[in-house]
């Protein structure tokens, strides 16, 4: 079983080699790690291509200019494919979402074709989010849930699983999500194909180093970008 975790990065100079190490440190056969790096100006797409030598599962594509998590999430998916991978991850640099959890995913997505890692289920949690982006968080949830009626508690967050059949399947071309909501719009359109969605949990830390790219600009698109999901036949 080939495994391939993709990450996005944009400057994430302070994380990019610890989280590797962490990753890499698990030691889980054909376990490989996808960087698609946005020409961060603080160099990050340069470290991995130094990396490149003491980890030979990691891969690295780039692009010319900061262009979305959703679309650097598309060329990583199409990438792993080409490579065939089986499973394929989204994950962050920041150490939000800790590698530890990895092995769960692994173990669930067995019997499952999606697996997401989950703050608002039995045994998930949050450390150190303020409050006000735990409210955001928790509306727009509630917001996406009710208005696309799926049974899933966390759509919004970023550390997910999937059986190459589903990204086979949900037409990566056609996603209309830039930003953020491309979380939503994923896991609504694995849902719409009727494949198997298994929440676990997992405890999100807000990241420690680097700058978050969370604006005004992504909590606007996600709303209308739900609202278009929910009309667009
Ligand atoms: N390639 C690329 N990566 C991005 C882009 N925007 C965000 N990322 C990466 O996507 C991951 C998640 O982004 P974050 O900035 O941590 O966003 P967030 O987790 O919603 O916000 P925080 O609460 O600040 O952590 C990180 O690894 C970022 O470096 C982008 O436009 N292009
Ligand atoms: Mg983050």
Redesign the pocket.
């Known amino acids: 079983m080939k495994i391939f975790i993709v990450?996005?990065?944009?400057?994430?100079i302070n994380n990019i080699s610890g989280i590797l190490e962490k990753i890499f440190f698990l030691s889980i056969g054909n376990l490989n790690v996808l960087i698609?790096?946005?020409n961060s100006p603080d160099g990050t797409g340069k470290v991995v291509e130094t990396l490149k030598s003491k980890y030979p599962n990691l891969y690295v594509l780039h692009?010319q200019k900061?262009?979305?998590?959703g679309t650097?999430y598309v060329v990583g998916f199409k990438k792993a494919l080409e490579h065939n991978a089986d499973i394929i991850f989204e994950m962050?640099?920041?150490f939000?979402h800790n590698p530890h959890s990895i092995p769960d995913f692994l173990r669930e997505i067995k019997n499952s074709d999606l697996v997401l890692g989950s703050r608002y289920i039995v045994g998930g949690k949050i450390n150190n989010w303020k409050l006000a982006?735990r409210l955001i968080s928790r509306f727009g949830n509630f917001y996406a849930r009710n208005l696309l009626r799926l049974p899933i508690n966390d759509l919004t967050g970023?550390f997910k699983c999937y059986k190459k059949e589903v990204l086979e399947k949900i037409n990566l071309d056609g996603l209309s999500s830039q930003g953020?909501n491309f979380q939503i719009e994923t896991t609504y359109l694995a849902y719409q194909k009727g494949f198997k969605i298994k929440e676990i949990p997992i405890t999100f830390t807000?990241?420690a180093g680097g700058k978050?790219?969370?604006s005004l600009r992504i909590i606007l698109e996600s709303f209308y970008k739900v609202f278009l999901l929910k009309f667009r036949k």
Do not use: W
């Open positions: 990450i996005p990065t944009y400057n994430e698609v790096d946005d692009r900061k262009s979305g998590l650097a962050d640099a920041d939000s982006r970023g953020y807000e990241r978050s790219k969370f």
